[in-house]
């Protein structure tokens, strides 16, 4: 059975204090990896979709890399703006096209 | 270009009741998917419907049912329900096998 587990379940940080999240996954065949951002009471907003190890991508403070068997985000001088759930999800070649979730990491920024 | 709309976006039942959700996919979508997501957990997949029959399908009872329309647009009916019931009901839509875009999701909440 596919599963993603994801930690710490929550991190605070300081506003600049660099830190990184894991999502470690065990599938019969990953086709993708998503990281998403939820902020409290809305729906999951895409970040970044990661295909095959050794893939990195970015996008301002936020940084995705890839291994066979955990994707890592990396979180640079954060703000209190990207105090949110960050999700990872995984899309596998085996039965249904669906996206199997881990729990999330809450990450709060404090200024 | 519209993205993923739902509604409504708050909900309150009585157990034993039905209750049927709403989601209109991004233009250009052809795929959507429903996800459950309960406080604190991450979203789980229900089902998925691809030109308008269903293509997949999670540990749900039957009493969860969907249906994708013509123009791509989604319902998700729960029969029954029960306390469990209660949770953000997340709608996905998407062209290919990447690229979910969700919506902001509908709270339900059954007493």
């Known amino acids: 059975e596919d599963q993603v587990t994801q930690s710490p379940e929550a991190l605070r940080l300081q506003e600049g204090e660099s830190s990184s999240l894991n999502c470690s996954y065990t599938?019969?065949?990953?086709?993708?990896l998503f990281w998403y951002r939820q902020d409290p009471g809305k729906g999951p907003e895409f970040l970044f979709t990661l295909y095959s190890a050794g893939e990195e991508k970015e996008k301002e403070r936020l940084k995705a890399t890839l291994t066979k068997k955990e994707s890592f985000l990396h979180i640079t001088a954060p703000k209190p703006e990207d105090s949110a759930t960050y999700l990872c999800?995984?899309?596998?070649?085996?039965?249904?096209?669906?996206?199997?979730f881990g729990k999330g990491t809450k990450l709060t920024v404090n200024p | 270009e519209t993205g993923v709309t739902q509604s409504p976006t708050h909900l309150i039942k009585t157990r034993g009741q039905q209750v049927t959700l709403r989601c209109s996919s991004q233009?250009?979508?052809?795929?959507v998917s429903w996800y459950q997501q309960a406080l604190g957990q991450g979203p789980q997949f229900i089902f998925q419907y691809y030109r308008e029959e269903e293509n997949g399908r999670g540990n749900f009872p039957p009493r969860f049912s969907g249906l994708q329309f013509p123009n791509y647009s989604s319902e998700l009916n729960v029969n029954a329900l029960e306390l469990d019931d209660s949770a953000l009901y997340l709608c996905a839509s998407s062209q290919a096998s990447y690229g979910y875009t969700f919506g902001s999701g509908t709270r339900l909440t059954v007493v």
């Open positions: 599938v019969s065949g990953l086709r993708g």
């Open positions: 999800a995984v899309f596998t070649q085996g039965g249904s096209e669906k996206l199997v």
């Open positions: 233009s250009g979508h052809n795929t």
